[in-house]
């Protein structure tokens, strides 16, 4: 089933005192690429976090987003206790000597530099989160498929329909072929008469369907419409199996190709005009295919 590579999800887990809170964002991308964003320390899972995901997502940009709190939640700040106690002994001789009463809280204190100070977690700490964590990005992943499936069916339905409206086209231009020909005879025909007739030379019909017969070998589209027909039946049946994306990216460049082929070849007006209403539609399937995964 075709999966849309724009989506998000998010997903809690807890146990024993602690949680984690995990967001799944995802956006087309031509490869899989995974960026991890959480406080110091963290780092250490991005690649258990990375080989995880990619079990579940072969395409696009995923930024994940991990918080942890609670009890075995690594403390992100301690205090400095030596500063501490330095800054309290200053405060307490600048008292003295200027005969004020030494302040009866502390509170002042903890916004001078150097009494909070960042404290990285160690390797052990942050390990021994990882089951939690892994619940808790599974269960986003979960949600982040959800979504992914719902816009996935809706981009499939549209795409089939555009398929159904290029194979429209292609049999509007079968059945307009014959009668190219047939008109391009009837004017050789009339443009010969009044060159030769002043003249009194007849016009021989083996040199008419000898012109004929060129023209038709060189407007001769057959063999687009087969391959257009063969490359929409390969799209839609890709439709319904697994991360389809590229091959469909190459089928649409594919089918531009073919259409711009029978463009060229075809002197019909007619059929130039339904060359570009099959072209405008390849491009919308362009524009959804490069969402799949």
Known sequence: MALSMTGCGEAVASAGGTTCRVEVRC???RFLKVSLRAREGFSLLESQVEAFLRRRVRRGAV??????????APAARR?????LEAYLDQWEDFCSGHDLPVPRTIDG?????????????????????????????????DSLDTMRR??????ARDLRTTCGEIQACLEAVRTRVPAVVEEHRQRLRERVRKILEPQGVPLADADLAREIALLADRSDIAEELVRLDSHLEQFQRLLHEDSPGRTLDFLTQ??????????????DVAIAHLVVDVKTRIERL????????
């Open 27 to 29: 956006v087309n991308n």
């Open 63 to 72: 930024q994940v987003s991990l918080e942890v709190s609670g009890a075995a």
């Open 79 to 83: 205090l400095d206790l030596a500063q």
């Open 109 to 141: 204190l903890l916004t001078l530099p150097g009494i909070l100070v960042d404290q990285a977690p160690t390797r052990e700490s942050i390990e021994s989160l990882w089951p939690l964590v892994e619940r808790a990005l599974a269960g986003a992943l």
């Open 150 to 155: 719902a816009e996935g069916d809706a981009m």
């Open 254 to 267: 594919e089918l531009a190709r073919e259409a711009n082929t029978i463009g060229s070849k075809s002197p």
């Open 286 to 293: 362009r524009e959804l295919v490069q969402n799949i995964e």
